[in-house]
């Protein structure tokens, strides 16, 4: 029998090394001929001003140009507020967490910056489950009759603070106000302006690489294709890339495709590329072929198969936002997906600490003494079992608050998968930290994900370091 210290012992020498490629899916880079990129949060990181400055001008707009209390101007950014992956109920203005299964992860519903009771979440939605009729759209989007949105890109880290101070403005100054205006307000009037006006590229930050210049440099020794398709515009792109490669980045990549407009660029036929020159002019002939050294702008994926014929699992594409970056690719043109999660090399390192081995291994064990006793009815045996269960539920909290005091974990609620998590695994064939992950592996290796057992199966294999979503471990 192994003892409680021993299988934490166990645990913490098997710790989960941060910079590793984590798959969903089988998948070999010997087959990987081309290797495509986002820009932002892909290859080029950013200091943690930015999302300050982006909740700052987008709150003033929300003053000057929507005509909103000046008293908005107090509320500053909370880093540690929000996480990725959120819901938000745009009729209801609350902001939420919800798992795999469309249920509401209790304790993580906020209207404004405080919590709502789980009482008064149950009577709200009559339960926790959020039907699918009701849910964010493909995309995440508020859309055609859905009231959710899900937030996953990390530029809307931001916008949810932003949101969440309005919110919290109001309801401490008890005035009415029309959820869906204010939602309206931010995310079309205010953040808009940020990012498509261009507000945003226009300050200057400093931003790092995480290693991008070695990583493409590797590829371009193998011989590699490599691409860049971008909602950034070319003087954004072409200075944070001076800044992590040098003057000639262009050089390593064969086709470069800048104000993309993702997703639309991966299902709109209709957009024709455009050439763009260094200057920033546009050009009006037409485009017969996609020339190296070249930039070009818009687009449609239709016309880019056509022009490149890089078709199919040989490519390779990596990205941050799981619908807008990933989804279409691997649904529909089958190309191979790699997903960059900033956030998973902090959560790792969450995971690999005594308190969270402990916390967990003893949840686990507790999970495991209910499941078992719970079938002896005997008055002692039933009192056990409540104490146990009382323990379980008293702990549940801490399990959320290691990662982040409102909404814990990007990727567990309470017990299941996150809605992020479910998304991530359908989208991505692997996963990781940073794209300098890449640099840990050569062009030969095979990425396995974990062969968990399902719940019907019986455990007849050890678990081993690299995995997917899969597994079943009772986290946050």
Request: glycine share 6%.
């Amino acid at each position: 029998m192994i003892f409680f210290k021993d299988l934490i012992s166990v645990i913490t020498a098997n710790s989960v090394d941060p910079d590793t490629i984590f798959a969903n899916n089988e998948m070999s880079l010997r087959d990987i001929e081309i290797y495509g990129f986002d820009y932002d949060y892909t290859l080029a990181f950013y200091s943690s001003h930015l999302h300050t400055l982006i909740f700052n001008i987008a709150r003033d707009i929300l003053v000057t140009n929507h005509r909103y209390p000046e008293g908005l101007r107090k509320y500053e950014y909370i880093p540690s507020f929000a996480v990725r992956g959120l819901h938000y109920d745009v009729q209801k203005a609350l902001l939420m967490k919800i798992d795999a299964f469309h249920y509401i992860q209790l304790g993580t519903v906020y209207r404004g910056l405080h919590p709502v009771p789980d009482e008064e979440v149950i009577a709200m939605y009559e339960g926790c489950h959020v039907p699918l009729e009701i849910m964010s759209d493909f995309y995440g989007k508020s859309s055609h009759g859905h009231t959710m949105k899900q937030f996953m890109d990390i530029f809307s880290l931001p916008e949810m603070t932003l949101l969440s101070c309005v919110n919290d403005f109001f309801m401490r100054h008890n005035i009415d106000y029309e959820p869906v205006h204010l939602y309206k307000d931010v995310k079309v009037s205010s953040i808009r302006d940020v990012h498509v006006k261009g507000i945003m590229y226009r300050a200057k930050y400093i931003c790092y690489g995480e290693q991008s210049h070695a990583v493409l440099k590797k590829l371009s020794a193998q011989g590699k294709k490599m691409f860049l398709i971008t909602n950034s515009p070319f003087d954004f792109v072409d200075r944070g890339m001076n800044f992590i490669v040098g003057k000639d980045w262009r050089d390593l990549f064969d086709v470069v495709i800048v104000q993309a407009d993702k997703p639309s660029f991966f299902n709109d036929r209709r957009k024709p590329f455009r050439r763009v020159t260094d200057k920033g002019v546009l050009l009006w002939d037409r485009i017969h072929r996609l020339e190296k050294g070249q930039i070009y702008k818009q687009g449609n994926l239709y016309e880019f198969l056509r022009l490149t014929g890089w078709r199919g699992s040989k490519v390779l594409y990596f990205g941050d936002h799981i619908y807008s970056d990933l989804a279409d690719l691997t649904l529909k043109h089958g190309w191979r997906t790699g997903a960059i999660i900033p956030e998973l090399r902090k959560e790792i390192k969450i995971m690999n600490t005594p308190e969270y081995v402990h916390m967990m291994t003893w949840l686990q064990s507790l999970t495991g003494l209910i499941e078992q006793m719970q079938v002896h009815r005997d008055p002692t045996s039933r009192a056990v079992v409540e104490e146990w269960i009382k323990e379980r539920e008293a702990m549940k909290p801490h399990t959320k608050d290691i990662f982040n005091a409102q909404f814990g974990s990007l990727f567990r609620t309470y017990h299941n998968p996150t809605y992020f998590s479910r998304r991530l695994s359908r989208f991505a064939d692997i996963y990781m930290a940073s794209i300098s992950c890449l640099l840990n592996y050569d062009f030969q290796h095979t990425f396995f994900p974990r062969r968990t057992p399902l719940q019907h199966e019986a455990s007849y294999w050890p678990e081993h370091g690299s995995a997917g979503l899969g597994q079943n471990a009772e986290a946050e």
